[in-house]
């Protein structure tokens, strides 16, 4: 295993980023790790609060160790976008590498005080916080990102008053498939990344073009996170599988299979528009 700081002062001084990958179930896990081993790239496998609370912490953790023991390229463990600082603490006492609390429906005194203790605990345990406090919403939600001195100012305060890892601005990606090419604030990457010393995370990256995400890797972006690219991977492989069976018996392990080599697939590709292939180290 490693640690999330590891990697991502690695990549902060490099022009290339951590993919971080949302990983389900035991053919996505493998199939990330296919693509990173391929491509001797460093991974991050992150579990949404939702999957994390269905698999519990302790075990995915116990899962995660035995996936990676032996694994050639550097791997961490990720807890992503959880609203719940008491499943973030657990994850933490079980040994995950780092937990994002996404305080972005929190007062943000309030946010900033229970992101900081999540800090404190991290470092007890040799891990890692992933800090936000702007609301990186879907598609539908149509917002646009802040870009201006005071959001700056405000950002820079909870960097520097919670002491994270690393920081999730809103630049103006969303989670959810693109109509079409985002507008993303590169100005203000740059800005944090320069006045906070602090690696900054792009979520929402499927369906970024590749040209424009490779422009914010020079910026100050060290960890990328992408979960749509793997979901239609996901999909694409079971409807195949479907539309191909016919009348021969249920095959639960060539459907795995499947889905493993069409989720390894998506991942490298992703890997490639953050260049990190060949950055294990």
């Keep these: 295993m490693a640690t999330l700081s590891t990697l991502l002062t690695h990549a902060f001084h490099r022009p290339y980023a951590v ?25 991050i496998l992150q579990f949404s609060e939702r999957v994390a609370r269905a698999l519990g912490p302790r075990t995915i953790a116990a899962f995660f160790r035995s996936m990676t023991e032996h694994l050639p390229v550097p791997a961490a463990l990720h807890l992503d976008h959880c609203r719940d600082a008491g499943l973030a603490m657990e994850a933490l006492r079980c040994s995950w590498n780092s937990v994002l609390y996404d305080a972005s429906d929190d007062d943000f005194e309030d946010g900033l005080r229970t ?43 909870f960097i520097r008053r919670t002491g994270v890892t690393c920081f999730s601005p809103d630049v103006g990606t969303l989670h959810g498939d693109y109509t079409g090419p985002p507008t993303i604030h590169t100005r203000r990457i740059a800005r944090l990344a320069s006045a906070s010393g602090v690696p900054q995370v792009l979520h929402g990256a499927s369906g970024i073009p590749p040209e424009t995400l490779h422009g914010t890797l020079e910026l100050g972006v060290a960890k990328v996170n992408f979960s749509t690219a793997l979901k239609h991977g996901h999909r694409a492989a079971v409807t195949a599988f479907m539309a191909g069976s016919g009348s021969r018996p249920w095959d639960p392990l060539r459907l795995h299979q499947t889905v493993r080599a069409s989720v390894s697939e998506r991942a490298e590709r992703c890997i490639g528009t953050v260049a990190s292939a060949g950055h294990a180290c």
């Design 19 to 43: 993919p971080a990958f949302n990983v389900t179930d035991l053919a996505s896990v493998q199939g990330v790790l296919d693509a990173a081993e391929r491509t001797s790239s460093p991974v």
């Design 115 to 157: 992101t900081a203790a999540l800090v404190s605990t991290a470092r007890a345990h040799g891990a890692d916080v992933e800090g936000e406090f702007e609301r990186i919403g879907r598609l539908a939600d149509g917002h646009g990102a802040p870009d201006d001195d005071s959001a700056h100012d405000r950002a820079l305060e």
